[in-house]
């Protein structure tokens, strides 16, 4: 009974700890699977059952004719995207927090409009406005579509940084001479940068993994989730796996990066 007794208490002390490690190992089970199948050698045209460990995928990972092209051309999208974005967005973010102008808190409630409208909404919206304006549907509309929809993810991840500052630093800046630019680069960047940094990686992954809008406003350009839609429809290559599978190890490597500099940083003031 005194067993069960501290079971349970220790249950209870650790039930965060248990629940937000269930819910991650959850979260992450689609990852995994999609990384064991990366070293699957499927005998039909279908990878959704295991067969034999290979890793003929892993080393030819282009081996898909057309696959690295639309890797490549998202992955092109996905950065410019990401530029006009994050520019766009801390310029808006910082209009918002540190100006009084009239329309204000409309254009603070129309901010939110992209984040809360169904995909599929804007995606005809903006082909509709693409179509009348007798724009071209290729790399050029989906570039510009990209910008639209990462846009305001950008502005709410800045804005909340913007608000969080402490005016006095730029305050004491000035008090020192700095000027203008020398007190935004030198203190106002800084400490706004870990905000514009969430923004872009934001951006770009909301820019590299959508599918809806992009269908809509490619014309006959084909991007990486289309090709994977496409090819689901005749038979999901291995090296889809393969790309998949890089990409979330990138990910991970770029937050464990960031955890790690920042450890260092607060050891460096605490010290």
Known sequence: MAFVNSIGRWLKSHFVVIAGLVTLGYLLLPNVVVTVFSFNKPKGRFNYEWQQFSTDAWRDPCGVAGMCGSLSLSLRIAFWATVGATVLGTMIAFALVRYRFRARGAVNSLIFLPMAMPEVVMAASLLTLFLNLGAQLGFWTILIAHIMFCLSFVVVAVKARVMSMDPRLEEAARDLYAGPVQTFVRVTLPIVAPGIAAGAL?????????FIITNFNAGSTVTFPMFVWGSAQ?????????????MFLIAVLFVLTGMVIGNRRNRQKSA
């Open 234 to 246: 005749r038979g999901t290559p291995v090296q889809i796996n393969v790309i998949g599978t890089a």
């Open 202 to 210: 934001l951006a770009f992954a909301l820019s590299f993994d959508d």
